[in-house]
T-cell receptor, first 109, second 113 residues
Framework: GQNIDQPTEMTATEGAIVQINCTYQ??????LFWYQQHAGEAPTFLSY??LDGLEEKGRFSSFLSRSKGYSYLLLKELQMKDSASYLC??????????WGAGTKLIIKP | DGGITQSPKYLFRKEGQNVTLSCEQN?????MYWYRQDPGQGLRLIYY???????QKGDIAEGYSVSREKKESFPLTVTSAQKNPTAFYLC????????????FGDGTRLSIL
């Protein structure tokens, strides 16, 4: 079956760095997305990786290893507004998105 | 500004009643999607449409119906057959190329009276 695993909840301190991991098992693979979702709001797109390696976009970076079925989202210089859920989603061979349950990130002052 | 508009923001359903959630987009996207999100869970696909007058069932289509008569509009009806409809419903759209990100509306929160 198809499956996405990510931690349920993580806590970090304002100004620090946090890495949110995601492992996936899909029928075929056409890339991996990360979305941010604040409580009660719609998800917003953060990144898309299809090739191995690190993509940096400001304070956020996303990494992919296709051979390991693994990705992570790295958030630097954490701010209180980064408190949100982070959703990992893999695109399978039919170009359907398989969603993880999300990681709730709590930022403490 | 282009975007996706979902209405209403909050909706209450009585037992045995059908309710329809509206989703309109002006992004000129061909593909549209309906998701259900339960507390602490990820998104589950209800229905999707890649083109006008065509739509496909997702993973949890039972108790739901959709139509796609116009490119801009993809309404979702939650029928009385859906026994546990309380959830957060999200509509999304994208270009047909699957590797393009989906854009989401602000969601509709449906509760049972």
């Amino acid at each position: 079956g198809q499956n996405i695993d990510q931690p349920t909840e993580m806590t970090a301190t304002e100004g620090a760095i946090v890495q949110i991991n995601c492992t996936y098992q899909t029928s075929g693979f056409n890339g991996l997305f990360w979305y941010q979702q604040h409580a009660g709001e719609a998800p917003t797109f953060l990144s898309y990786n299809v090739l191995d390696g690190l993509e940096e976009k400001g304070r956020f970076s996303s990494f992919l290893s296709r051979s390991k079925g693994y990705s992570y989202l790295l958030l630097k210089e954490l701010q209180m507004k980064d408190s949100a859920s982070y959703l990992c989603a893999a695109l399978d061979s039919n170009y359907q998105l398989i969603w993880g349950a999300g990681t709730k990130l709590i930022i403490k002052p | 500004d282009g975007g996706i508009t979902q209405s209403p923001k909050y909706l209450f359903r009585k037992e045995g009643q059908n309710v329809t959630l509206s989703c309109e987009q002006n992004l000129n996207h061909d593909a549209m999607y309906w998701y259900r999100q339960d507390p602490g869970q990820g998104l589950r696909l209800i229905y999707y449409s890649q083109i006008v007058n065509d739509f496909q069932k997702g993973d949890i289509a039972e108790g739901y119906s959709v139509s796609r008569e116009k490119k801009e509009s993809f309404p979702l009806t939650v029928t009385s057959a859906q026994k546990n409809p309380t959830a957060f419903y999200l509509c999304a759209s994208s270009t047909p190329q699957g590797y393009q990100p989906q854009h989401f509306g602000d969601g509709t929160r449906l509760s049972i009276l």
